[in-house]
């Protein structure tokens, strides 16, 4: 059990899990392009020794495989399971309370700890003291991209009712008063947004804290999807063998175990510029109107170390931090929306644009299944669902083949598209909420989901190949074979919908003519139809972050019935629009300058 993140490091380095960089490294791209390229190689945690513009060492890549986490966490990592577990189900105590005692215990002892004044180890700096670490070219500045961002309900102060989350924080550029005003971006119904709207009803200013460091369990504690009454800060005692640490000074609550700390006011109604920033869809989030925090006051301990990691097209080390999150928290899903077997947030489309999900069918368990029923009520909740509720697409197909698996993602697509009776299973949402972070929309926050479902025996074969006519076609060009029943061709450049109305109707009157098309349900309309077919992985990204269901679903024999869209194939358009995001370039002079770091292609430690 950590006392520290130095006490981690030391621990990671004396396994073999990370390595020294003690050559001064640039926080503006550097830090962040090594990082890139050694979690692209599955390589170790990396510590910067010497941070160009700061007296901070920085350390990243702590989380960058599974099996370091494992390691990180080993000998608490069984106890935090098992309190989970019985939060998800309490019956499980009322069945078998002698079993579950020491799990009850376990949560008991690692209730949040008050304590008396700062620590002696706690000195005041400023934000420009901290590195100033920038990920991508375009980003606006400085980001904090690991930070614990801690706010109390206004109207039930106390740190039971608090909220821990990873919201990014932007520390300079754009409008921000350097070492005065900092950026913070999050999503108004997430925790601290409640927490705001209810400050603004109130006409106070909401007193915020972040963490940065300390335990890595904290840092988990920011992401984790924890069971209704299991707070952030109880987990992170937990999963770290040790309470959480805390006072409060001048009314804002400030980690005793965190490397650095960050104290500030949201006041009502206050906002400026925040972006860009290069995010984990692998495109930027453009600059919009978000809350600034005035910074009251900046702690770092004695010895401290700056956490940071690099998010872009997937995966990444949120990649890793997602199986973490999935192997502490079991059948959390199961537990909460009843029906479902289980539910995939695909990584490689983003996490959040794709879900692909198995339910089970028991409406009439009495009559032969020809039709979705249950899945769809399942599917319902699906997109009801906390962070799942972000998803643009749901795949959803009933349980009727042991071995089916939403992880094996080609075989579970071949799977729903034999099938699926298109003109029946596709339900759509259109002027609804999807991502921020999202740009296919109408509009920030806005746009559209859609549902597939699938039940009932096998309606059709898969083409197994690009149908001969097809390779031969006049107009369309160059067709290339992605999986089982799904094809990508390209079209010219995306003008306007208006165009792209015509251009669909045309299409899917050409691909009418065709024979056996129906053997392809899904046709790919792209900009580059061989990048879409090299890899699952590239497909899955531009698929399904590059298009809006309303916006962008398009299909061969359209009908429309009873408010009902259906068609015989789907044809998605997947070309860039004006209005997209631009996806993330490395900076290829700071990329080229990385060599120094190896030698006969290994790391230098």
Sequence with gaps: MYESLEECIIDLEKAGHLVRIKEEVDPNLEMAALHL????????????ENVK?????AVSNLFG???????????????????????????????????????????????????????????EIKISDLPQVKSWPDDGGAFVTLPQVYSEDPEKPGIMNANLGMY?????????????????????????????????????????????????????????????GLSEMTFAGLLAGRRFRYSYEDGYCVSHDADFVITGDIYPNETKPEGPFGDHLGYYSLVHEFPVMKVHKVYAKEKAIWPFTVVGRPPQEDTSFGELIHELTGGAVKAEIPGVKEVHAV???????????????????????????????????????????????????????????????????????ERIDLQRDIHFQTNTTIDTL?????????????????????????????????????TIQDARFVQPGI??????????????????????????????????????????????????????????????????IYGVNPT??????????????????????????????????????????????
């Design 168 to 228: 990014r924080v932007q520390l300079s550029g754009n409008e921000y008063e350097i070492d005065k005003e900092i950026g913070l971006h999050y999503q108004i119904h997430r925790g601290i947004g409640v927490h705001q709207a209810k400050a603004v009803k109130k006409g106070e200013p909401l007193k915020v804290s972040i963490f940065i460091g300390g335990h890595p369990s904290h840092t988990l504690s920011a992401v984790m999807p924890l069971p209704e």
């Design 347 to 417: 990584d490689a489309a983003g996490v959040h644009p794709l879900l692909l999900a198995i339910g089970y069918e028991r409406y009439t368990p009495f009559q032969k299944l020809e039709q979705p029923q249950e899945i769809l009520t399942i599917a319902n909740r699906i997109l009801g669902t906390s962070h799942l509720s972000l998803a643009k697409y749901l795949f959803i197909a009933a349980e009727e083949e042991k071995e089916l698996s939403t992880h094996r993602e080609e075989e579970f697509f071949s799977y729903l598209l």
């Design 438 to 474: 999202d740009y296919t929309g109408t509009g920030i926050n806005q746009g559209s989901k859609v549902i597939f479902a699938a039940a009932g025996d096998k309606k059709r074969d898969l083409c197994q190949e690009v149908p001969q006519i097809l390779k031969k076609h006049s």
């Design 487 to 552: 094809i990508a061709i390209n079209k010219s450049k995306f003008e306007t919908y208006e165009k792209t109305q015509e251009e669909m109707k045309v299409l899917g009157e050409e691909l009418a003519q065709i024979e056996d098309i129906q053997l392809c349900p899904m046709i790919i309309v792209a900009d580059d139809s061989d990048f879409v077919s090299a890899s699952l992985s590239n497909f899955l990204w531009a698929t399904f972050t590059r298009s809006n269901p309303a916006t962008d």
């Design 560 to 605: 429309y019935a009873h408010k009902h869209w259906g068609c015989d194939n789907l044809i998605i358009d997947i070309r860039k629009k004006p209005h997209h995001a631009p996806p993330l370039i490395p900076d290829e002079e700071v990329t080229a300058k990385l060599e120094r770091f190896y030698q006969n292609g290994k790391l230098i430690n």
């Design 53 to 57: 513009g700061s007296k901070y060492p």
């Design 65 to 123: 495989t599974i099996e370091r986490s494992q390691f990180m966490f080993r000998k608490t990592i069984e106890k935090t399971q098992a309190v989970i577990a019985v939060r998800n189900d309490p019956m499980k105590v009322l069945k078998n309370p002698f079993k579950h005692v020491g799990s009850g215990f376990a949560a008991t002892n690692a209730l949040p700890q008050k304590k008396k004044g700062l620590p002696s180890t706690f000195k």
């Design 37 to 48: 390229r050694v979690y692209a190689e599955g390589g170790p945690a990396l510590y910067f």
